[in-house]
């Protein structure tokens, strides 16, 4: 399930997230039994808790103690919305890192934060990054790495594509292991049933697989799998991400040496 942001009106959305115009106005009257902190923080737990799909107007109404209806007043449909609790759940990102450490340091401390991030709030990698929401906190995310990174001194237009990069490891990492919990649940089906059928069937419909794909054979030659019941797929991106990142910083450190 794909969710592409910007559907609701872009001035009334665009109002919202940077809290200017009418949603700041402060209007005479009884002082309201909602606000829209209120309603966005009660979508992130209904989305945290039972996913995008389970997220609607009447189900976040629901989790306040009103009719989807009442919600309306403060926020104009689910479009804007999506977009406020995506820009909202981004604030628990830190916007600044150590670099007394060095930049590599740093940028290792960002990119644990952000996966810890995605894996708490595994509907945010449903958001596409086609359409970006363009909050404040979602530019504070992206300001955070470039101050980073600005220590390597790289020049504006090879910055955008190590930081495209970065990005796109992490979210790629987080989006396996999210998707590996979801599974079971989806399919009925553990990780360990699933791989211990395929692969006792591999063997039988494939049996001369390591002489035609040799080079797959070696790759995987050293895989003994997870030694705890760790799901599979989780098992190996953990394995792999801090070694998969330290390859991408050693060519970013090339990058920088070439200048």
Excluded: C
Excluded at 9 to 29: F, H, I
């Amino acid at each position: 399930m794909v969710v592409f942001a910007g559907q609701g009106d872009a001035r009334r959305s665009m109002a919202l997230l940077w809290r200017t115009g009418e949603s700041g106005e402060v209007r005479p009257g009884p002082k309201p039994g909602l606000s829209v902190d209120a309603i966005v923080d009660a979508a992130i737990a209904v989305a945290d808790s039972e996913g995008m799909a389970a997220l609607s107007m009447r189900r976040v109404g629901e989790r306040l103690g009103r009719t989807g209806m009442a919600l309306y007043t403060y926020v104009p449909s689910k479009g804007e919305l999506v977009d406020l609790m995506y820009d909202r759940a981004l604030a628990e990102l830190p916007t600044g890192h150590d670099l007394s450490g060095g930049w590599r340091a740093a940028v290792t401390s960002w990119a644990e934060d952000v996966l810890a991030f995605y894996l708490r709030h595994p509907w945010v990698l449903q958001v596409s990054q086609a359409r970006p929401v363009l909050g404040p906190n979602e530019f504070a995310m992206l300001d955070g790495l470039v101050r980073i990174l600005r220590e390597t001194g790289l020049r504006p237009h090879r910055m955008r594509g190590v930081v495209a990069l970065l990005s796109d490891f992490v979210r790629g990492a987080a989006r396996t292991v999210s998707e590996s919990r979801q599974a079971p649940s989806a399919t009925g089906v553990s990780d360990e049933e699933w791989w211990r059928a395929r692969s006792s069937l591999l063997e039988e419909v494939a049996p001369g697989f390591a002489a035609r794909f040799p080079m797959v054979t070696w790759v995987e030659s050293e895989d003994d799998g997870p030694a705890t019941d760790e799901p599979y797929l989780e098992h190996r991106v953990g394995e792999t991400f801090a070694g998969g990142l330290a390859v991408l910083l050693d060519g970013i450190e090339v990058a920088v040496k070439s200048g």
